[in-house]
């Protein structure tokens, strides 16, 4: 059984369900009057970024308010994470949070920050990992990574996003269990450092999500090596997963988006807001992002991303203590 598959299976079965609708009047009366601050864990144009920014476009209109995005990197999710465990629970102050945030608490945040500081309010995306090489790499293909990694251990630097533990480490390190090698690894605090980092020959390979790389596909800049997922990404399906390249590693490791705010928030908003994102999920404009970069929706609301937020922390010891990053 994939490591994930309680956690996945919640997430199929929350998106066969028929998520209700709120009306701008609905959503306006329900919130204090604006601006609705989205705070982020990453600098601009990283995936995660570039997801919010894509979505406020519908969602504007759907809680009849402004919506502004505040980029608070740093500290491996500390600084976004303190500002909002230091809000109001009204709504007003959001977060997104990815699968970085349940390893962050299980290492750097450890004693800082807990699930339970934080109200879950619901998923939005999963969204796979992949990783690529520059253009005039002279590896060709993932074996022959694998053959240079199995004769010089660690001489190979993969670069992604968060420090020793995030998700796209975990991503490295159970590529590294299921091929018998060991790169080295080096974090950054966005997806354009990573791509400014192997362009500029500092690192072999990338690690990142399709959306703020697929410009550097199509104009030749960097060649794929692989997607850590059970299927081919719809935005990019010349890619193969890593178990078409004979590759046993766990598919599920995925990275997941969700909506949270401060402990405590009446769970009646938070019902509202996952409503109203889930809502504006549905415009053509979002949708068409969405499939041309690869992400799966999901529509988890409140108590089944929080379900799947203690199941996900659980997951995410595992991982961390198999790549040997806590004991």
């Known amino acids: 059984m994939n490591i994930l598959s309680n956690g996945l299976a919640m997430i199929a079965a929350a ?26 864990h990453t600098k601009p144009g990283g995936t995660s970024d570039i997801f919010i920014r894509t979505l406020i476009k519908s969602l504007e209109p759907a809680i009849g308010q402004e919506v502004i995005v505040v980029n608070a990197p740093g500290g491996g999710g500390a600084n976004q994470m303190s500002r909002i465990s230091a809000a109001k629970p009204d709504g ?21 920050f807990a699930p339970e ?12 990992i992949l990783f690529f090489l520059r253009d005039d790499s002279p ?46 690894w080096i974090g950054y605090p966005s997806t354009p450092d990573i791509l400014a980092a192997l362009l500029g020959g500092h690192i072999d390979i ?25 299927e081919r990404l719809e935005g990019k399906p010349d890619l193969p997963t890593f178990a078409e390249q004979g590759i046993d590693a766990d598919s599920s490791w995925i990275q997941v988006r969700g909506v949270f705010d401060p402990a405590d928030m009446p769970m009646v908003l938070q019902q509202q807001v996952a409503d109203a ?13 969405a499939r041309s970069t690869g992400v799966t929706d999901s529509w988890m609301g409140p108590e089944e991303y929080s379900a799947f937020v203690t199941n996900i922390s659980d997951v995410a010891v595992k991982q961390l203590k198999a790549a040997g990053v806590i004991e």
């Open 277 to 289: 994102f889930h809502e504006a999920m549905r415009a053509q404009t979002y949708q068409d992002y």
């Open 139 to 184: 590896y060709q293909s993932f074996a022959e990574v694998i053959a240079a990694a199995k004769e010089n251990p660690e001489s190979l630097n993969i670069g992604g996003f968060g420090p020793v533990g995030s998700m796209q480490h975990l991503g490295m390190s159970i590529l590294e269990n299921a091929t018998g090698t060991k790169f080295n």
């Open 117 to 128: 500081d934080f109200s879950w309010i619901a998923s939005v995306q999963e969204d796979p």
């Open 92 to 112: 007003l102050t959001l977060g997104v949070n990815t699968l970085t945030h349940f390893t962050g608490m299980q290492t750097n945040l450890k004693g800082t």
């Open 15 to 40: 998106a066969t369900l028929t998520t209700a609708s709120v009306s701008p009047a609905a959503a306006q009366d329900s919130w204090p009057g604006g601006p609705l601050e989205v705070v982020m």
């Open 206 to 230: 990338g690690v990142s999500n399709l959306g703020p790389t697929a410009e550097y596909f199509d104009s030749g800049r960097i060649r794929g090596l692989g997607v850590l997922a059970a």
